[in-house]
């Protein structure tokens, strides 16, 4: 078989098993080996290095297609000394992804603004950018999510897709009060999650002695879904300033708006 046939057949097996980039690769890579006089594992090493960074790229993207975020950020967009009460060099070990291996939780909790959606949404890009599903969601869009589907007989497969993804973030629980049966619905989130050994992501801005009013003014089962949340966890609390307020301050919007009234 002549070299014209085996570089065909080459591309055609590549191709075959679903090695799209090294096929498409294979003639500048093969040209380059022959003029650098690589040996054949030298060869095969760059042809494979392309394939799995292709790969790795396309798991990154779907992961990040099915999180469900209203946008991206990532921890190196945060501006940590606005907020320096945060600890840096916590959030440079949460972003080796230890915490996913580790199951443990991470609660951040705070006032509005303070940029805890920010962090929770870096923490899933690095999920995502470790190769892991995960999935984001508001807590008020959670309870309806729920309430939807215990009135549509889809109960069972909801919690299953909830209780699955590596991470879960639950952003801004405790903005608006749950009824009782949201409340149990979300403990029992909490609990699967828990009994899997898979990481939740929580931001909050009620301290944990206020969420027997996040669990529709029930301190029991509030007690219950810390024990699962906190058993394995970081806690972050934030006290610092609103970056909207200072957004606003910068475009003069709050001294004008003092002016008017």
Known sequence: MSAISY????????????????????????QQAAADSWSYSHFLGKLLEAELAARKKRVIETCLRFSNFPYLKRLADFDFDFQPAIDRTLFEELATGRFLAEARNVILLGPPGVGKTHLAIALGVVTAELGYRLYFINALELARKLTTAFAQNRLPHTMKMLSQPKLLIIDEVGYLPLDPSQASMLFEIIAKRYEKGVATVVTSNKSFGQWGQVFANDPVLASAALDRLLHHSTVISIKGDSYRLREKRKSGLIGLQTQTN
């Open 7 to 30: 570089e065909h057949l080459a591309k055609e097996g590549l191709q075959a098993l679903g090695h799209s980039t090294a096929a498409t690769l294979l003639d500048q890579i093969a």
